[in-house]
């Protein structure tokens, strides 16, 4: 069988683990991520503000646990966990801003905003590099820092079909993200800090969802296309060998 990450389709070299295939990180891989990075922090948020003196304030005491999901992934696995790092990133750059601007809420809402607009442009603009970004973001979350695992997710780059794939997927997160962000900045100006983060997350669940599912059902037409050229390279291989044979 052929397996492939977010596009493409591979033989995968056996691994220290007999369920896992290169490809793009399962939802169950990536849930401490997004629970430790982004679903922690909005919980304690709404715990706190009715007990301190800002949404600034409360929304520092947010970023501590994002903070410590880093460092727990970092001693646990000595690996960044990329979400979480994205996420304290996002919000050492809010209060710094905030501090600076003599504690501004607005900033420390649309900090994410800014980050994701950025990593979208990052996304891109990779599409110029060697690889794109989302082939990087595939590796890290799917083989982390095993090495056999990150030499089996290498050799998809060299699969027919893989560069495209990974082009095409990078493209659609980059301008998904970008989005995302511009319509998170305007619900951060429009509404008040409370509304605002009821909100924000389901449009990050509706953006992301929908990037993810994309993702996923383009990585099963990928893998469908890539088995049917096996196929056919099969075939095509065995009328060869039998007319040499006769």
């Not at 683990?17 to 919980?43: C, E, F, H, K």
């Not at 646990?65 to 966990?81: N, Q, S, Y």
């Not at 951060?188 to 990050?204: D, K, N, R, Y």
Request: glycine fraction near 8%; charge should be negative.
């Amino acid at each position: 069988m052929t397996e492939q990450p977010a596009a493409t389709a591979t033989v995968a070299p056996a691994t220290p683990d007999d369920d896992w295939q290169p490809g793009a990180p399962s939802l169950r891989n990536m849930a401490p991520s997004i629970i430790g990075g982004a679903v922690v922090p909005l919980t304690v948020y709404y715990t706190v503000r009715a007990h301190v003196s800002s949404d600034a304030t409360a929304l520092i005491i947010a970023g501590i646990f994002p903070a410590v999901w880093v460092a727990f992934e970092w001693v646990r696995h000595r690996d960044i966990d990329p979400i979480g790092a994205i996420t304290l990133f996002g919000f050492i750059a809010g209060v710094t801003a905030s501090e600076l601007l003599g504690g501004n809420a607005l900033v420390l809402k649309i900090r994410d905003s800014v980050f994701t607009a950025l990593f979208g442009v990052v996304c891109l603009l990779s599409l110029r590099a060697r690889r794109p970004m989302m082939f990087h973001v595939g590796k890290a979350l799917s083989a982390g820092q095993n090495d056999e695992k990150r030499a089996a997710y290498d050799e998809l780059w060299h699969e027919p079909i893989a560069q495209h794939a990974f082009a095409v997927i990078t493209a659609t997160w980059g301008v998904g993200l970008i989005a995302e962000a511009s319509a998170r900045i305007v619900l951060a100006v429009v509404l008040p800090t409370g509304p605002f983060l009821a909100a924000s997350p389901i449009l990050a669940f509706v953006v992301f969802g929908g990037l993810f599912v994309f993702t996923l059902r383009y990585s099963a037409a990928q893998r469908e296309r890539a088995d049917a050229l096996d196929a056919e390279t099969s075939l095509a291989t065995d009328g060869t060998a039998d007319e040499a044979a006769e």
